[in-house]
């Protein structure tokens, strides 16, 4: 009998684990579970996130922000030089921000943090009214629908589209997650330390002189930063919970997002700020060339890169001075490249889980790490672009993700977007007794 019974719950624990692995192997998003808290891909590979730019990541083991994303510090660096010219089949638009920052806040000397974004200016952003209800950038050779209009689902977007037509037009698409981000200004301000407030007038991360926008409908049980737009860019893997996912750009909090497409709690789609777009349809579309010296040029942009990244990670302010002060390959002028620059080279068909790669064309090299989660994934990387708050404060600094976008999710609240079913710890979380390790650089 006994024999019988210890036989039985083996053939339990095998189907146990078995059942699990396949599970986790499923999802194909990296999914570890500690003490009630589970290790996500939350975002995606290709999101635009941001960290404090200095201190120790053991300060945050449970993550921060509302999606508990992952807190590194030590980031890694892909130098780059030269800039764009509106020549180019895929033009990289300025950054828009102007204010200089230190660690912690704007700074008025010009001889500390040097080369940061505010320190170059690349193709001011331009636009053109139409007076039809579409804008132009005279930089990127696009044409927008200046309008959003109500929020629409996936499928909702890909049915208009069928029959859209404005300004005299009927050749719209929806944006790839390239063209869309080539919209964003880090003039902007993250207003999500203010997630109560149910009406702003800060500044978004789109220029709202030309188009409209609004944030998230506090009456209408939507958050401030609910204003997500959406792309035509899928993610090639899957987040959260093995579930479908697009990419978007939120110009409430300003950055790049994965977002499952079915709202996991209710089964209804999602739903987004949708704008069309026409033109340029070259625009997004890399040409590396290797140069045999250690660099690539993308003929596209007209920006040249280190093949090579730091080999290492660094707090930001070592980041900009380490890309400052590096002479190679004949040329002293590289610098750590801004959030538009950056998210450029990014490959969006390729992902750790499908690929086994960083989301990067092979013509580079990309360092690996180990995760939080001891998994083979890929660094994240600095950009020179500081990612301010409603308040004025400065800290953070916007990286990309090439690897996976982990966040610490404890799930039953909810979640950026109010559709993935989950709630990251936040700051407050037991710092004495952190559920994972940092990665290991």
């Given at each position: 009998?006994?024999?019988?019974?210890?036989?039985?719950?083996?053939?339990?624990?095998?189907?146990?684990?078995?059942?699990?692995?396949?599970?986790?192997?499923?999802?194909?998003?990296?999914r570890?579970?500690?003490g009630g808290?589970?290790?996500?891909?939350?975002?995606?590979?290709g999101?635009q996130?941001?960290?404090?730019?200095?201190?120790?990541?053991?300060?945050?083991?449970?993550?921060h922000?509302?999606?508990?994303?992952?807190?590194?510090?030590?980031?890694?660096?892909?130098p780059?030089?030269?800039?764009s010219?509106?020549?180019e089949?895929?033009?990289?638009?300025?950054?828009?921000?102007?204010t200089?920052?230190?660690?912690?806040?704007?700074?008025?000397?010009?001889?500390?943090?040097?080369?940061?974004?505010?320190?170059?200016?690349?193709?001011?952003?331009?636009?053109?009214?139409?007076?039809?209800?579409?804008i132009?950038?005279?930089?990127?050779?696009?044409?927008?629908?200046?309008?959003?209009?109500?929020?629409?689902?996936?499928?909702?977007?890909?049915?208009?589209?069928?029959?859209?037509?404005?300004g005299?037009?009927?050749?719209w698409?929806l944006?790839?997650?390239?063209?869309?981000?080539?919209?964003i200004?880090?003039?902007?301000?993250?207003?999500?330390?203010?997630?109560?407030?149910t009406?702003?007038?800060?500044?978004?991360?789109?220029d709202?002189?030309?188009?409209?926008?609004?944030?998230g409908?506090?009456?209408?049980?939507?958050?401030?930063?609910?204003?997500?737009?959406?792309?035509?860019?899928?993610?090639v893997?899957?987040?959260?919970?093995?579930?479908?996912?697009?990419?978007?750009?939120?110009?409430?909090?300003?950055?790049i997002?994965?977002?499952?497409?079915?709202?996991?709690?209710?089964?209804?789609?999602?739903?987004?700020?949708?704008?069309?777009?026409?033109?340029?349809?070259?625009?997004?579309?890399?040409?590396?060339?290797?140069?045999?010296d250690?660099?690539?040029?993308?003929?596209?942009?007209?920006?040249?890169?280190?093949?090579?990244?730091?080999?290492?990670?660094?707090?930001?302010?070592e980041?900009?001075?380490?890309?400052?002060?590096?002479?190679?390959?004949?040329?002293?002028?590289?610098?750590?490249?801004?959030?538009?620059?950056?998210?450029?080279?990014?490959?969006y068909?390729?992902?750790?889980?499908t690929?086994?790669?960083?989301?990067i064309?092979?013509?580079?090299?990309c360092?690996?790490?180990?995760?939080?989660?001891?998994?083979?994934?890929?660094?994240?990387?600095?950009?020179?672009?500081?990612?301010?708050?409603?308040?004025?404060?400065?800290?953070?600094?916007?990286?990309?993700?090439?690897g996976?976008?982990?966040?610490?999710?404890?799930f039953?609240?909810?979640?950026?977007?109010?559709?993935?079913?989950?709630?990251?710890?936040?700051?407050?979380?037991?710092?004495?007794?952190?559920?994972?390790?940092?990665?290991?650089?």
């Open positions: 009998m006994k024999n019988r019974l210890r036989i039985s719950l083996m053939f339990l624990l095998v189907i146990f684990v078995v059942f699990s692995a396949t599970a986790q192997d499923r999802q194909g998003n990296n570890i579970n500690s808290v589970s290790l996500l891909d939350v975002h995606g590979a999101a996130r941001s960290d404090p730019k200095e201190g120790d990541p053991g300060d945050y083991p449970e993550g922000g509302p999606q508990g994303d992952v807190i590194r510090i030590f980031n890694y660096i892909r780059v030089r030269l800039s010219s509106v020549s089949d895929y033009p990289i638009v300025d950054t828009n921000q102007t200089r920052y230190g660690n912690k806040k704007a700074i008025s000397s010009k001889r500390l943090f040097k080369g940061q974004d505010a320190d170059y200016e690349d193709l001011t952003p331009t636009y053109k009214d139409n007076g039809d209800g579409t132009s950038d005279l930089n990127t050779g696009l044409m927008w629908q200046q309008d959003p209009g109500d929020k629409m689902t996936w499928t909702e977007a890909e049915k208009a589209l069928k029959s859209f037509k404005l005299g037009h009927s050749d698409r944006p790839s997650i390239k063209e869309l981000y080539s919209l200004l880090f003039s902007g301000k993250d207003v999500s330390i203010d997630m109560n407030k009406s702003y007038t800060e500044n978004p991360f789109i709202r002189d030309y188009f409209h926008f609004e944030y409908d506090g009456s209408n049980s939507e958050r401030i930063i609910d204003s997500q737009y959406m792309s035509s860019t899928k993610y893997s899957t987040t959260m919970n093995g579930d479908e996912t697009v990419f978007g750009v939120n110009f409430a909090d300003g950055r997002k994965g977002y499952p497409i079915t709202d996991p709690r209710s089964g209804d789609e999602k739903k987004f700020f949708v704008i069309f777009v026409r033109g340029n349809e070259n625009y997004g579309i890399n040409r590396f060339k290797e140069n045999g250690g660099t690539v040029t993308d003929l596209a942009t007209g920006l040249m890169w280190l093949k090579k990244d730091s080999g290492k990670g660094m707090n930001w302010k980041a900009l001075e380490w890309a400052e002060n590096l002479d190679t390959a004949g040329y002293s002028d590289w610098r750590l490249p801004n959030a538009k620059e950056l998210q450029s080279i990014l490959d068909s390729r992902s750790p889980d690929s086994s790669s960083a989301a064309d092979p013509i580079f090299d360092s690996t790490i180990s995760n939080e989660g001891n998994k083979n994934d890929y660094p994240f990387y600095w950009t020179s672009t500081t990612h301010a708050d409603s308040s004025g404060n400065g800290k953070n600094a916007a990286y990309l993700a090439f996976r976008a982990l966040g610490f999710m404890s039953g609240g909810d979640q950026d977007g109010g559709s993935q079913g989950g709630r990251g710890r936040g700051d407050e979380g037991n710092r004495k007794n952190p559920p994972f390790p940092p990665p290991r650089r």
